[in-house]
T-cell receptor
Framework: GAVVSQHPSRVICKSGTSVKIECRSL??????MFWYRQFPKQSLMLMAT?????????EQGVEKDKFLINHASLTLSTLTVTSAHPEDSSFYIC??????????FGPGTRLTVT | QKEVEQDPGPLSVPEGAIVSLNCTYS??????FMWYRQYSRKGPELLMY????GNKEDGRFTAQVDKSSKYISLFIRDSQPSDSATYLC????????????FGDGTTLTVKP
């Protein structure tokens, strides 16, 4: 299957700082990438859909100025959590679609804001 | 009401048992159906996908889709402790901007 990488896998930052998470499709080109958030023992929550070369589409309730998404190329999307606060601590997972039959996930990034 | 309903479990079975995981859905536009496995603190891993109705088998795993009943299943034969994980069903159609709709996941524990 297709491979999606995510970096970093874990990050700890201080409150008020910004954190950037990278998501790459390694062996396919992804016109559409997705960013999810997941709290412990809870289901995936879609934050936004990212299309290459255009603005991301955010789900209702997700602050687009706080969670900046850039899909600069067909293999790279980035999520920047701006002015992070402890309540932003979570597991962030990106996903990329490789045609109609495959949506592949990265390994996730665990963000801890102190 | 959610578009995709999945029994959250938890489900606990002895090693070697046959496991049945199920999802129901309400959107008749869904055409692609997927099952993911997620281990704790990891991203979901695509196990199987099925287009439209029918069965698909891959080793110990069998996916079934019944579009007339809006019901999909994943069967795991000869379950192993390594199968212990959360299983997510997902589905999408050609609309909705390519977004998949996920079930909330069923947590499975296979006891040795």
């Amino acid at each position: 299957g297709a491979v999606v990488s995510q970096h970093p896998s874990r990050v700890i930052c201080k409150s008020g700082t910004s954190v950037k998470i990278e998501c790459r499709s390694l062996d396919f080109q992804a016109t559409t990438m997705f960013w999810y958030r997941q709290f412990p023992k809870q289901s995936l929550m879609l934050m936004a859909t990212s299309n290459e070369g255009s603005k991301a589409t955010y789900e209702q309730g997700v602050e687009k100025d706080k969670f900046l998404i850039n899909h600069a190329s067909l293999t790279l999307s980035t999520l920047t959590v701006t002015s992070a606060h402890p309540e932003d601590s979570s597991f962030y997972i990106c996903s990329a679609r490789d045609g109609p039959d495959g949506q592949y996930f990265g390994p996730g990034t665990r963000l801890t804001v102190t | 009401q959610k578009e995709v309903e999945q029994d959250p479990g938890p489900l606990s079975v002895p090693e070697g048992a046959i496991v049945s995981l199920n999802c129901t859905y309400s959107n008749s536009a869904f055409q692609y159906f997927m099952w993911y496995r997620q281990y704790s603190r990891k991203g979901p891993e695509l196990l199987m996908y099925t287009y439209s109705s029918g069965n698909k088998e891959d080793g110990r795993f069998t996916a079934q889709v019944d579009k007339s009943s809006k019901y999909i299943s994943l069967f795991i034969r000869d379950s192993q402790p390594s199968d212990s994980a959360t299983y997510l069903c997902a589905m999408w159609g050609n609309t909705n901007a390519g977004k998949s709709t996920f079930g909330d996941g069923t947590t499975l524990t296979v006891k040795p």
